[in-house]
């Protein structure tokens, strides 16, 4: 059993930068990849981003790529979502999730999810 508490969430200004992060429970971090999907109002959740369990492979949505950073401290059982060049669109509640094995960018495959953190972008 994992659980997961996100932080590190609120209201910046277009072009700005926030990180995020997420502590785990339990002794077993370092075996879970880790990721992170967010959700706008009105919309479906989506993925974001997912880093290995190790932290060398590492995974962007699209939308995200050049801007987002994700990373992961194993030893303090946090990942992070470090935020760049702040879109009104990246607007959504951002929530870390973790999964056995590889990272994927498939909700449904990952296993424990945290409660999320709101992150606003005002134009």
């Known amino acids: 059993q994992v659980q997961l508490v996100e932080s590190g969430g609120g209201l910046v200004q277009a072009g700005g930068s926030l990180r995020l992060s997420c502590a785990a429970s339990g002794r077993t971090f370092s075996t879970y990849a880790m990721g992170w999907f967010r959700q706008a109002p009105g919309k479906e959740r989506e993925f974001v981003s997912a880093?290995?369990?190790?932290?060398?492979?590492?995974l962007y949505a699209d939308s995200v790529k050049g801007r987002f950073t994700i990373s992961r401290d194993n030893a303090k059982n946090t990942v992070y979502l470090q935020m760049n060049s702040l879109k009104p669109e990246d607007t959504a509640v951002y929530y870390c999730?973790?999964?056995?094995?590889?990272?994927?960018?498939?909700?449904?495959?990952?296993?424990?999810w945290g409660r999320g953190t709101q992150v606003t972008v005002s134009s």
């Open positions: 880093i290995s369990r190790g932290g060398v492979s590492s």
């Open positions: 999730a973790a999964k056995t094995a590889l990272p994927m960018d498939i909700m449904r495959a990952y296993d424990y």
